[in-house]
């Protein structure tokens, strides 16, 4: 049997129509993956609703032939999270969501596992994105490849302070329904700690109204490592390793002491449960993690501050826990410390020159800032030993840090990074360690 030709334009439009409802996604926000160690990874998003059943299918490799169903491991708001585990180190892995039978191929997700020894590998850092940002440089961050991505504060600028938890879920979802953004988190694990206008506005704190939304939108919708307080209205503080490398991400927004107060032994960033959990990760790290990246959200080589009036938002309105926190360092001798940070618009490094603030004047602990992903230029602190680079109007940048692992040292190398990744400012360090190279935990 003959069709006309009408007919036949007809069931042309009929498929491409009928592929293109088959291709819709099911899913509303997301999906995103973080939380990865050698073994295991969380993958969360929000589903479009009125669905009956939801999964996660996994396959490794670039182009899996068998895929391992993965069930719903927990919902809360309106996100649901599923907790992958017996996965091999060093693997890659692709997955997708299924909502009632129905696959979401149009969102596929892919992430790599961490290598279990001691190796070498680099990942990208920045601070400091429009909400719903399309900036490239999230584009040239995914291109570069990193083992993750970690924002290290101002993921939006809502500054959201009444305590409202669906403000937070719609500023997430905003950030989340960028293509751009979406391409990236999809594609590479994130690793995220707030500074202020993501957790509850401009030079925000502790006693802020909205420090409880806050906090409980971030555990629903934020695929996060173990928190070390858990669930409940509570700091987000968190560590995990990479090889012979430690990570430590420090909540200094939703325990802080307001920066006005008096800047005495009671004045803080961290809270004081919080600072004491920082001490003991540094001891149990010494000896075994030769280097230790801490996670500042705020610039910690500033001057310190004597206006009482309009103190500034960075450590030099906290310079006695700051300097606290260097004398214990000194004095437990805790070696291979670098500090990431963001917040300032720019892009500046610093080999420990200018960031001892201890008693004694020994330490040396190298800085490296990131930002901004597309906020104007803006300056605090210094000064740099490597200088700064402040971006165009317009210019998105970001950290590129490479670890190489060998064996009786580790070298990092900071690449501070434009959109178009021409390197702007540089630094290289290299931090002794044991030859042996033994598993993590």
């Known amino acids: 049997m003959t069709y006309p030709m009408k007919n036949y334009r007809n069931l ?9 409802l088959a291709q819709a996604s099911v899913i509303e926000v997301g999906p995103w993956t973080g939380a990865v160690t050698s073994k295991s990874a969380i993958v969360k998003c929000v589903p479009k609703k009125d669905f009956q059943k939801i999964d996660l299918l996994l396959g490794e490799g670039e182009n899996p032939n068998k895929w391992q169903k993965f069930p719903l491991s927990q919902s809360s708001g309106q996100s649901v999270s599923f ?14 969501i299924e909502v009632d039978g129905k696959p979401d191929r149009e969102k596929i997700g892919k992430f790599q596992t961490f290598p279990e020894n001691g190796t070498s590998f680099h ?5 400091c994105a429009n909400t719903g940002s399309a900036s490239p440089v999230f584009s040239a961050i995914k291109n570069s490849k990193p083992l993750f991505y970690m924002n290290v504060g101002d993921f939006h600028y809502e500054d959201i302070n009444v305590n409202d938890p669906q403000l937070f879920r719609d500023a997430y979802h905003r950030v989340l329904s960028s293509t751009t953004q979406g ?15 993501d957790f509850a506005g ?4 502790g006693k802020s109204k909205a420090r409880s939304a806050a906090r409980q939108v971030y555990r629903e919708m934020t695929p996060h490592y173990p928190l070390v307080e858990g669930g409940g209205d509570a700091a987000i ?11 430590l991400l420090t909540d200094l927004r939703s325990e802080r002491s307001p920066a006005a107060q008096k800047d005495d032994t009671s004045k803080t960033m961290f809270g004081e449960k919080q600072k004491a959990w920082f001490k003991r990760e540094l001891l149990a790290a010494k000896g075994k993690y030769p280097l230790i990246f801490w996670v500042s959200s705020v610039p910690w080589i500033t001057k310190e501050s004597k206006d009482a009036m309009s103190p500034p938002d960075y450590w030099g309105s906290y310079a006695t826990e700051r300097r606290e926190l260097c004398d214990f360092i000194a004095e437990n001798q805790i070696t291979g410390i670098c500090l990431l940070s963001g917040d300032t618009h720019l892009l500046a490094a610093d080999d420990g020159t200018n960031s001892d603030f201890s008693t ?14 597309d906020r104007p230029m803006s300056q605090k602190g210094g000064p740099y030993s490597q200088g700064v680079y402040l971006p165009r109007s317009g210019e998105g940048c970001y950290g590129h840090v490479n670890v190489e692992d060998m064996g009786s040292a580790i070298r990092v190398t900071f690449s501070g990074r434009n959109q178009s990744d021409e390197e702007k400012v540089t630094l290289s360090f290299t931090v002794p360690a044991t030859s042996n190279k033994p598993s993590n935990p």
């Open 12 to 20: 042309i439009v009929f498929i491409i129509a009928s592929s293109a």
């Open 83 to 96: 907790h992958l585990t017996g996965l091999k180190p060093n693997s890659s892995y692709q997955y997708v």
């Open 123 to 127: 990942f990208a850092f920045a601070s």
């Open 183 to 197: 391409e990236l988190y999809r594609h590479v694990p994130f690793v995220y700690m707030w500074d202020d206008h």
């Open 202 to 205: 401009n030079n925000s704190d």
């Open 237 to 247: 503080y968190q560590s995990f390793e990479v090889g012979r490398v430690k990570f």
């Open 360 to 373: 004694t004047g020994k330490l040396k602990i190298p800085v490296l800032q990131a930002g901004p992903l």
